[in-house]
């Protein structure tokens, strides 16, 4: 190294700006001390002043390390509210679903809000020809047509799946129409494409008759089903598994354990003076344990088991003994299973508030858990409780129209 390297290597802000004034090339500089402190030189001589950053004693142009800042994730605990509910987690988002239309072009949406979301609310609505989509959502051309709710706390799972079943079915409105009805299919086809397109515009009809199946259970998946409890209060149900899991007088682990050894030959691992199961190797066994089935019911109720059980009841009572209906515990795990027994199945309770009486009959028939009620209260005002069918005439239908007839004798009088 020699001296105008050694200079550099231990070079103070003085000695850089003598290097500057005695014209130290630009390249030896980068060499020795490094781009930012070659910047600095250069600049100290330009502006004659000190450098902002002084090269200290001993650089030799590398960087110096940064602190490592180690961030700590940010976890909080779940917040839980008075009721013990943790926040973020809603069950009755989804016991209200409100359906709104269009007054003039007939336009349906749906939702779980009072007040229409455009950008959810777009994503409903179909592209049916130039000019056949508004522009904008105006407040004054949309109303609420109808309100589902769900009174029996905490369906918002229910009233999720019914407003899925609802968006599906409109879109298949929108999309297959003419698939069953070859007439309307030419119909259509024979229209101009914005005749054709406000047509198509105009659910509400189809909603309706949508809201009366969906509700009624229709559907694929649908969540409307329940287990009837009330019917099955004075009897009691067993679910059977297949093998023997659950039938060995043991305990838990010991069963499982001389399960696998002598049922299914699989080889159960011991270590530390404990056994562990191989769970991997029972995978199959678990697929085949979730595979349940439902025992035919004891206690009759169709005729011909009715007529069954007192043949047997003639026969024991023949034997000097006494028939009983046997009672097994319910296992209300498997609740999955027993809703697809017909006689052990119900629906959910819904109540749908109308904007207008006449509405409803756009639908052919209504299912038996559905209660109507007329009138849609503004924010803040009390829902009503009466429902149509206890409501008078009086109030549904036009006074002028509830006029009594004048009796035949009158007119043949007058005449």
């Excluded at 390390?65 to 180690?70: E, G, N, S």
Aim: net charge positive.
């Amino acid at each position: 190294m020699n001296s105008l390297q050694h200079a550099i290597a231990g070079a103070t802000p003085a000695t850089c700006r003598q290097l500057a004034m005695a014209g130290a090339s630009k390249v030896s500089v980068t060499r020795m001390i490094g781009v930012r402190q070659a910047h600095v030189v250069r600049r100290t001589a330009m502006r004659g002043g000190e450098p902002d950053l002084a090269i200290e004693a001993g650089y030799t142009g590398e960087k110096k390390p940064m602190p490592v800042r180690i961030r700590r994730p940010n976890v909080k605990k779940p917040a839980v509210d008075e009721e013990g509910r943790v926040h973020g987690h809603f069950p009755e988002h989804g016991t209200k679903i409100w359906i709104h239309n269009h007054i003039y072009d007939g336009h349906v949406m749906l939702g779980f809000h009072r007040v229409i979301d455009s950008n959810k609310g777009y994503r409903q609505m179909p592209y049916t020809g130039k000019k056949n989509v508004p522009a904008k959502l105006r407040k004054d051309y949309w109303r609420p047509m109808a309100v589902i709710e769900f009174p029996d706390g905490g369906l918002g799972e229910v009233g999720r799946s019914v407003y899925q079943k609802l968006r599906e079915f409109k879109k298949r409105h929108e999309l297959e129409w003419g698939r069953e009805n070859e007439e309307e299919e030419y119909r259509l086809l024979n229209m101009s494409r914005r005749e054709r397109g406000k047509v198509l515009n105009d659910q509400r009809a189809n909603v309706i008759a949508d809201m009366a199946a969906v509700l009624g259970g229709i559907g694929k998946g649908n969540k409307m089903w329940m287990v009837d409890w009330d019917h099955l209060q004075d009897k009691e149900v067993m679910i059977h598994k297949p093998g023997t899991r659950l039938t060995l007088p043991l305990k838990e682990d010991q069963q499982l354990t001389d399960m696998l050894k002598l049922k299914f030959g699989i080889s159960v691992m011991e270590g530390g003076g404990k056994k562990f199961v191989d769970w991997q190797a029972i995978k199959d066994m678990d697929v085949k344990v979730k595979k349940t089935t439902v025992t035919e019911e004891i206690i009759p109720e169709t005729e011909e088991e009715k007529a069954k059980w007192a043949a047997k009841c003639v026969t024991a009572a023949a034997q000097g003994t006494q028939m009983r209906p046997k009672k097994i515990r319910i296992n209300k795990n498997y609740t999955h299973e027993m809703e697809k027994i017909e006689q052990w199945k119900a629906l959910h309770k819904a109540k749908i508030y109308w904007a207008e009486e006449q509405a409803r009959f756009n639908a052919k028939e209504w299912p038996e858990n559905v209660e109507h009620v007329l009138g849609i209260p503004k924010l803040g005002e009390k829902w009503p409780e009466a429902a149509l069918d206890s409501v008078p005439a009086e109030e549904l239908v036009a006074p002028e129209l509830l006029a009594e007839p004048v009796p035949e004798a009158a007119t043949e009088a007058k005449a």
